[in-house]
């Protein structure tokens, strides 16, 4: 990637662009960034510059690599969800994008499609795709949705008219023999439906090197997670979320370079006693529906009135690299298959029922970083996180652990009350 600023009107010229909506799109974008990002931390890694030149060119260079290679035959997949395997994607010589909506700004073109009551992520997601004002979804061949929640899969009927959209159907009872059979067949007719549109044919060696290298990656994550149980903290929250909101679409090789980079700057600041909060400072744990870029509305409010966000239970944190891959040693596409799905359905997500294993995961994330309180935060409308959170409070008071429970959307009208609301929660942790 180059830091040399580019015209790319051309570009969005061509991929057929709403180019007035999509400027006003991109005015407001450095602004939001600066106040967030620059103006309001200090002593950020080194490292956290190749983020903000990715987010300083969002649409941009990454976009102009996607074309290049959508120039050169390969396919551009979109993606919404964890529980589509992006490593069989690369290994078909296609790329995965991730197309999670994070902000309100697409609204405008999605709400005649939609009822009020659907969560922001779709209506921000929907809105991109029909306004024409995200290159990303110009640059794809295929999206792929899943059976996750019943907003996502009443949604993908409206895709499919913008865009071919292939559904997953992930099970909802996972923990039976039969919802894992079926997950796998599912993966291998999403396998099929891969080769018919790349016109390549999946190979074990294929398969296993992307397994291994999308390993790689999540293993980098995980270390940048684990110099976070330092006091002090060496990352604040918002910067471990861009760092994972921006790997949902950069290049795999690259990420596992750069989040390698970061992690070691990290470590060294671990061992040199380096944070970006005063040690002592009172640390808090998200947990939750997933935090599209460019939503960092709670990560700012929260770190504005001094507290460190420490970890994110959310599928842009921990869950997306928590679990890992058993081995990489089976010799046929079925055996590696088979451990590709046992990865996935370990992740816990409130869309499958029972999902108790969350309890368990948010329990060890508060021992293991520290965390003096927990905020769960939901999109509104979202019923499955909404409900599971209700439970969780309970069961996490009951334990002795301070919990804010949060339901909100990607506009601003709230920000008042919510700071009032999360100052009195933090004021109660001294
Ligand atoms: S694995 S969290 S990415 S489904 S917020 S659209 S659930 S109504 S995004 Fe998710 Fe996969 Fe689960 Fe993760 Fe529906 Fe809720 Fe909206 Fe959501």
Redesign the pocket.
């Known amino acids: 990637m180059g830091c040399e600023k580019n015209d790319w009107y051309p570009m969005w010229k061509a991929l057929n662009i709403d180019l007035e909506k999509h400027d006003q799109l991109l005015e407001a974008f450095p602004n939001i960034f600066t106040e967030v990002y620059l103006n309001s931390q200090k002593n950020r890694p080194k490292n956290m510059a190749f983020w903000d030149m990715v987010v300083g060119d969002i649409h941009g260079i990454r976009v102009n690599e996607l074309k290049n290679a959508k120039d050169q035959g390969k396919k551009i997949i979109g993606t919404?969800?964890?529980?589509v395997p992006d490593e069989i994607i690369f290994a078909l010589d296609a790329i995965s994008v991730g197309l999670?909506g994070g902000t309100n700004f697409s609204n405008y073109a999605s709400e005649e499609l939609l009822p009020t009551n659907?969560?922001?992520?779709?209506k921000s997601a929907l809105g991109f795709l029909v306004g024409r004002i995200c290159p990303y979804y110009a640059l794809t061949d295929l999206l792929i949705g899943?059976t996750?929640?019943d907003?996502?899969k009443k949604a993908w009927e409206i895709f499919n008219k913008h865009k071919p959209i292939y559904v997953v159907e992930t099970p909802q009872y996972k923990e039976r023999d039969q919802a894992r059979q079926h997950y796998i067949e599912e993966i291998k007719s999403l396998i099929k439906k891969l080769e018919e549109i790349t016109g390549n044919k999946l190979t074990v060696e294929k398969l296993r090197e992307w397994m291994i290298k999308f390993s790689e990656k999540r293993k980098q994550l995980k270390r940048i997670y684990q110099a976070r149980k330092a006091d002090p903290v060496p990352i604040s929250g918002k910067d471990a979320l861009l760092v994972s909101q921006i790997a949902f679409y950069d290049d795999p090789d690259r990420q596992i370079e750069m989040l390698g980079k970061l992690a070691d700057e990290l470590e060294e600041r671990v061992k040199n006693n380096i944070g970006v909060f005063e040690k002592g400072t009172k640390r808090i744990l998200i947990s939750g529906?997933?935090m599209a870029i460019p939503n960092w509305k709670i990560h700012h409010i929260i770190e504005s009135l001094g507290a460190a966000i420490v970890a994110e239970e959310?599928?842009t944190g921990t869950?997306y690299f928590q679990s890992e891959f058993k081995e990489f040693n089976g010799n046929s596409l079925d055996d590696l298959i088979e451990i590709i799905a046992e990865r996935y359905l370990s992740?816990n997500?409130?869309?499958f029922t029972p999902n108790d294993n969350r309890k368990q995961d948010i329990l060890e994330l508060i021992k293991e970083f520290q965390v003096d309180g927990a905020i769960f935060y939901t999109?509104s409308?979202?019923?499955?996180?909404e409900m599971e959170s209700i439970q969780l409070e309970k069961s996490l008071k009951a334990a002795g652990i301070p919990v804010l429970s949060i339901s909100t959307d990607y506009s601003s009208d709230d920000e008042g009350q919510l700071k009032t609301r999360i100052e009195a929660f933090l004021e109660m942790l001294k």
């Open positions: 919404f969800c964890l529980y999670c659907i969560c922001a992520l779709i899943e996750t929640c907003g996502k529906t997933p959310t599928c869950r992740i997500c409130a869309c999109l409308f979202c019923q499955p996180y």
